[in-house]
């Protein structure tokens, strides 16, 4: 089946610090992989996104690089703002089918 | 503006008194989406829709209806609300050709109380 594993939160960092979110993946066929971000009371905005192996998805100073050989896809940022404070999903699509998938979420607070 | 809008925006409500979550795109995409929002469980979807008068079931159907008679429209209805379905909806639409790599685009939410 398809499901998506990523970090406990929530993450506290202080401001310029480096972040990674860890995001796993088990899928059928080959998944196109998302990372959204949901700021307080908003929906859920699309942050990047890869559609194959080695693919490398990059907005904002975020990055995640497509990895089938760990089914993994972390998000990465080298130095975090105040305003990268949001809940972050890892969320999956199969090429074998119309649903997506998305992770249980992970809350990141940045400290000045 | 390109958008979805989902109405109500907070809404408290009884035990088995039907309601409806109204959702809009104007973007004229194809696939529409419902999902559910939980503490410690992310999102999990409810129903989709590929198009008008095509719907499928998600993850998490139960106890929730869908239609889809325009193609801007994709209503939820849940015909007797239980508390276990106090949560935090969103509905999402997308275009379905591939070139736009699936990126779906959200609602603000509905944050519903069932007591």
């Known amino acids: 089946g398809n499901s998506v594993t990523q970090m406990e939160g929530p993450v506290t960092l202080s401001e310029e610090a480096f972040l990674t979110i860890n995001c796993t993946y088990t899928?059928?066929?080959?998944?196109?992989l998302f990372w959204y971000v949901q700021y307080p009371g908003e929906g859920l905005q699309l942050l990047l996104k890869?559609?194959?192996?080695?693919d490398k998805g990059s907005n904002k100073g975020f990055e995640a690089t497509y990895r089938k050989e760990t089914t993994s896809f972390h998000l990465e940022k080298g130095s975090v703002q105040v305003s990268d404070s949001a809940v972050y999903f890892c969320a999956l699509k199969s090429n074998t089918g119309n649903q997506f998938y998305f992770g249980t979420g992970t809350s990141l607070t940045v400290i000045p | 503006e390109a958008q979805v809008t989902q109405n109500p925006r907070y809404l408290i409500t009884v035990t088995g008194k039907k309601l409806t979550v109204t959702c809009s795109q104007n973007m004229n995409h194809e696939y529409m989406s419902w999902y559910r929002q939980d503490p410690g469980l992310g999102l999990r979807q409810i129903y989709y829709?590929?198009?008008?008068?095509?719907?499928d079931k998600g993850d998490v159907p139960e106890g929730y209806k869908v239609s889809r008679k325009e193609k801007r429209n994709f209503p939820l209805i849940l015909e007797s609300p239980s508390p276990n379905q106090t949560s935090l909806y969103f509905c999402?639409?997308?275009?379905?050709?591939?070139?736009?790599?699936?990126?779906?685009?959200f609602g603000p939410g509905t944050r519903l109380t069932v007591t």
């Open positions: 890869a559609t194959k192996a080695d």
């Open positions: 899928a059928t066929g080959y998944p196109s």
């Open positions: 829709s590929m198009n008008v008068e095509v719907t």
């Open positions: 999402a639409s997308r275009p379905t050709d591939s070139k736009f790599s699936y990126e779906q685009y």
